[in-house]
């Protein structure tokens, strides 16, 4: 910005003077550049002023015709106004002569309708009757009383005949109900939404569908008092009875839902069904409290609570059965309900489920106490077939808990479904798990295990020992059996459930499948405790003659045991008697699992030898040779190689072959599963190598 005259005579200085010359000198070479700017543009503004001189006559027709077109439109909107108000002058007309007319079809029809009404009431001609008295409910009694005078009467007359008929219809739709006359009854119904009384014909309807449903009940549960215990049927005569009510009630209900939507509309559906099902729930309960006193339920479960034998033998599996079916009847007709209303949750459901969860309480206390008779009866009556591994508690026990899973699937009720599967695993993890880990606990029996001056020592000690093989495969079967039942208990769940149930399902078959678990530890103990009876003690006695030969070996004495190696035959001798053997009584991953434990002693036990000896170039030889044969035969037992049980032994081996100490550097730089302080402890072994010079390459 410019200084103004007062700042310029203000400046005294020289300095203030430069600086502004300094601004002003800045302030015109903007001022000069912005000018050169503008006339660089110069040709083509001068362009756009050209185009816009052409364009000019455009402009002004196009005005023109705008002026036009809204003088048009303006002309347009005073005749659409005027249209306009002649057809809301003819719109008022016609409402007045459609009300004039409309008052005189009134006065019309309700002439008719007093004339008519006498006429049909002393015919009993009810549907002609109900539409007199329909038209008569129609019409604006005050906006034509206020027109004609006259007509009052005739409204009196039509409110006595409607009165008359709403008691006629009373008398008769209850003398339908009396006689059973079902067709009258459905007739009636309809006629009580025409005359004005449509909840008088809803409740009516509702306490006659009740009483049918009642009367089938009634009629089937008296129908068990006849039926004989040599019947075929007898033991699910409580199931097929509940069958019966349930598809007569769906019957009904099939029946009068139409003409309810019809005749009532659809928002009485629910008051009908609520009627109707009520009715089902007492019959249902009825038929359950029999089923409760004929079966002996509360006796049998109250005996299972006290933990009390019971007094004679109880076919649980019939009772069970009999439950099942029950239940998954219950759950398909409460399946069907909800289809029809289309709704998830109906408060009218509420006394079934009630009822469901009462029979599933009992189902559950009696199929978790017939699952544990038959696994103590499995385990009691076990035996074992000759050419067979395991015993009949494998599939015994397998195939009760199967049964009672499956059978509480099938109710179709998740909730028996999850507590069933947890109880199964709770049993085969404490009752049958037990069994089994009593066998291991006391041991494989040896020789010194008993006093050979008690009679039949021998036998015992033979059967001691196939009892405690047969428990290792029983566990290791078991274990295996438990993945097959999880996988099949969900395969038929997917198809009796909801996703959502599901995932209450996938909960409680990962506590099947976490039992493995225990049997694991069983297999485990057992392993341990046969390897220890009777491996260890024979490995130990043979590896351990390592030791008592000279490792520092003359080419004669290293080509003789090249030939014949008495010590390498043993330990091949031990494990062909004693571990292969094995194979014909062992499950296969038991077996396999036992050598490669076997081999883990053996290379253990051999390195702490090893570690004792002294050895020449030709000592760490021969100790190579008979880690490699032993390595390849070992590895020919066992599904797995034995190299990696094997890698410190040849480390050292390696360590104990080198022909000179400059060669273990290059050794030692191998991946070396060896500390350092081990690989100078394995030189040391070699009499031939200095002290000194070990010192110096390991450091």
């Known amino acids: 910005m410019m200084a103004s005259l007062k700042e310029v005579e203000e400046m005294m200085n020289c300095n203030s003077i430069q600086e502004m010359f300094l601004s002003l000198r800045q302030q015109e070479e903007k001022v000069t550049s912005d000018l050169d700017e503008l006339l660089k543009n110069q040709a083509h503004l001068e362009t756009k002023m050209r185009n816009l001189n052409q364009t000019l006559p455009q402009v002004t ?133 025409m005359v004005g009384r449509a909840e008088e014909g809803l409740a009516k309807l509702g306490n006659y569908l009740a009483r049918k449903v009642a009367g089938k009940g009634q009629t089937h549960l008296a129908g068990i008092l006849k039926t004989s215990k040599e019947d075929k049927r007898w033991s699910v005569m409580y199931a097929d009875t509940l069958t019966r009510l349930f598809e007569d009630t769906a019957r009904v209900v099939e029946g009068v839902l139409p003409l309810v939507e019809e005749c009532y509309g659809e928002g009485s559906v629910e008051r009908i069904l609520c009627c109707i099902q009520d009715e089902c729930v007492r019959q249902a309960r009825a038929t359950f409290t029999n089923f409760l006193q004929t079966r002996n339920v509360i006796d049998i479960a109250s005996a299972i609570n006290n933990s009390e034998q019971l007094e004679q033998e109880v076919k649980l599996d019939q009772i069970l059965e009999e439950m099942v079916i029950m239940n998954s009847r219950t759950q398909l007709y409460r399946n069907f309900i909800r289809k029809r209303i289309q709704v998830d949750e109906w408060k009218g459901e509420i006394g079934l489920h009630e009822l469901q969860q009462e029979a599933m309480g009992y189902f559950i206390l009696l199929e978790t106490n ?233 290379t253990e036990y051999l390195e702490k030898l090893v570690m004792m000896c002294s050895f020449s170039q030709l000592g760490g030889l021969m100790l190579e040779r008979r880690l490699r044969f032993l390595s390849t035969y070992l590895s020919s037992l066992s599904r797995w190689s034995a190299r990696e049980q094997f890698a410190r032994l040849n480390y050292i081996a390696l360590l104990l072959c080198a022909e000179q100490l400059s060669e273990v550097s290059e050794i030692f730089f191998i991946s070396s599963p060896l500390s350092i302080q081990d690989v100078r402890k394995c030189l040391k072994l070699r009499t031939d190598f200095r002290r000194e010079e070990i010192e110096k390459i390991i450091n």
Not at 81 to 86: D, G, H, L, T
Not at 400 to 423: E, F, G, L, W
Not at 539 to 552: G, K, M, R, Y
């Open 61 to 193: 027709v196009v005005g023109k015709g705008c002026k036009i077109l809204h003088n048009t439109i303006m002309n347009t909107n005073i005749l659409a106004e005027k249209v306009s108000r002649k057809v809301r002058q003819l719109d008022t007309a016609k409402g007045r002569v459609d009300g004039c007319i409309k008052r005189v079809s009134d006065i019309i029809d309700l002439i008719k309708c007093c004339e008519g009404v006498q006429e049909t009431l002393a015919s009993d001609n009810y549907e002609l009757a109900a539409s007199h008295i329909q038209k008569y409910l129609l019409i604006d009694q005050q906006l034509i009383s206020s027109i004609d005078a006259d007509v009052d009467g005739s409204f009196l007359v039509l409110r006595e005949a409607e009165l008359r008929f709403v008691n006629n219809l009373h008398r008769s739709f209850d003398r339908a109900v009396k006689e059973n006359m079902e067709d009258k009854v459905m007739r009636f119904t309809k006629l009580y939404p």
């Open 370 to 602: 017939f699952m544990k008779q038959g696994i103590q009866k499995a385990v009691s009556l076990e035996r074992r077939e000759e050419k067979s591994l395991a015993s009949s508690i494998v599939d015994d026990t397998c195939y009760v808990i199967q049964k009672s899973v499956q059978r509480a699937i099938s109710s179709k009720n998740v909730d028996t479904t999850c507590a069933m599967i947890n109880n199964a695993a709770s049993i085969l993890s404490v009752d049958v798990c037990k069994v089994l880990l009593d066998v291991i606990i006391t041991g494989y029996p040896t020789s010194s295990s008993y006093s050979w001056n008690q009679q039949g020592t021998e036998e015992q000690m033979k059967e001691q020992r196939e009892a405690f093989l047969t428990a290792l495969n029983n566990a290791r079967a078991i274990i295996e059996n438990i993945l097959k039942l999880a996988k099949g208990f969900e395969a038929k769940c997917e198809k009796n459930f909801t996703e959502e149930m599901m995932k209450k399902v996938h909960s409680c078959l990962s506590c099947l499948r976490d039992v493995q678990s225990d049997f694991s530890e069983v297999l485990r103990k057992g392993e341990a405790s046969l390897c220890k009876v009777a491996v260890y003690s024979k490995l130990h006695p043979v590896v351990a003659e390592v030791t008592s030969t000279s490792h520092i070996l003359s080419e004669d004495s290293f080509l003789s045991l090249q030939l014949e190696d008495p010590w390498l035959q043993e330990v091949v001798k031990m494990f062909g008697e004693v571990v292969v053997p094995l194979e014909s009584l062992l499950h296969t991953e038991i077996y396999h699992s036992i050598v490669s434990t076997s081999i883990s002693e053996m």
